[in-house]
C-alpha cells in the first residue's frame, strides 16, 4: 500500500516541473526574454487564442518564427551566448519552471499512488454499454472493476474488440482519455483505487485543494 500522505510531502518538497525549451528547428536564435527569473505565462482567452509570452524567434531563410511559452511560471536559466547565432534543431534555449496548480498536484498524486489501466495500443477506447450507462449516470466512482472483467471496446481501423481489465479490484477512481480520442498505447485509460483506500485518497485531495497555494 502506498503512503498518500509521504507522496504530498514529496511534491511539497519541489512543487514544480522544468520545462528545456529546444529550438524547434534550424535558424538564427534572438532571445525575448533578456534574464533568468522573468515571469511567463501560458497561452490564454476562451479558445486559447492568446498566445503565451513571447521567449524567442528564430530566422530561418528570412522567415521569423516565433517561440511561445506554453506554460506559466519563470525562466529558470537561460542560454544567452546563443543570441544571434545560428542553432541546430534540438538546440536548449532556455529552462521554464512551472509551479503546479491545485489540479496538477492532484493529478501527480493520483497517478502515484492508483492502479493506472494503460492502453495496450494505439486505439480509440470506449467504455462497454453496461458501465457507460454507470459512468454517465454515477460517475466513474460508481463502477467496481476485478480481474477479466471486460471493460472495454477498442476500436482501430474500423474494427473493434473487448478487452478485459487486467489488475487489481477496485474502483475507478478517475478517467484519463477522452471520447472519440485516439489514445497512444502505454497511456493510462483509468486509474484504479482499492475500496479500503478511497476515503484516505480523498482527504489528501481535499487538503490540496484547501491548503495548496499556486505561485504562476
Known amino acids: ?31 525575448e526574454v533578456k534574464a533568468p527569473g522573468g515571469k511567463v505565462t501560458a497561452p490564454s482567452g476562451t479558445y486559447l487564442e492568446k498566445p503565451g509570452t513571447l521567449l524567442a524567434s528564430i530566422t530561418r531563410e528570412r522567415n521569423v518564427k516565433p517561440l511561445h511559452a506554453l506554460v506559466s511560471g519563470e525562466v529558470a536559466t537561460i542560454h544567452l551566448e546563443l543570441s544571434g547565432a545560428f542553432v541546430e534543431a534540438g538546440t536548449p ?19 502515484r499512488v492508483l492502479h493506472l489501466f494503460c492502453a495496450p495500443e494505439r486505439a480509440k477506447y470506449y467504455f462497454i454499454p453496461s458501465v457507460d450507462i454507470k459512468v454517465k449516470s454515477g460517475g466513474c466512482r460508481a463502477v467496481t472493476v476485478k480481474p477479466g472483467m471486460e471493460l ?27 471520447h472519440d480520442d485516439n489514445v497512444e498505447a502505454g497511456q493510462p485509460l483509468i486509474g484504479v483505487c482499492p475500496g479500503s483506500q478511497t476515503g484516505l485518497i480523498q482527504d489528501v ?6 491548503d495548496w497555494e499556486e505561485r504562476n
Open 152 to 178: 472495454f471496446i477498442v476500436s482501430r481501423m474500423k474494427r473493434e474488440k473487448p478487452l478485459a481489465y487486467d489488475g487489481p479490484e477496485g474502483i475507478i477512481y478517475a478517467i484519463y482519455f477522452q
Open 1 to 31: 500500500m502506498i503512503d498518500v500522505k509521504s507522496v504530498l510531502e514529496e511534491i511539497k518538497a519541489a512543487p514544480y516541473e522544468e520545462i528545456e525549451i529546444k529550438a524547434p528547428h534550424t535558424g538564427i536564435v534572438t532571445f
Open 93 to 111: 534555449l532556455m529552462v521554464l519552471r512551472h509551479y503546479l496548480t491545485k489540479d496538477e498536484v492532484v493529478a501527480a498524486i493520483l497517478k
Open 205 to 210: 485531495v481535499n487538503r490540496v485543494h484547501s
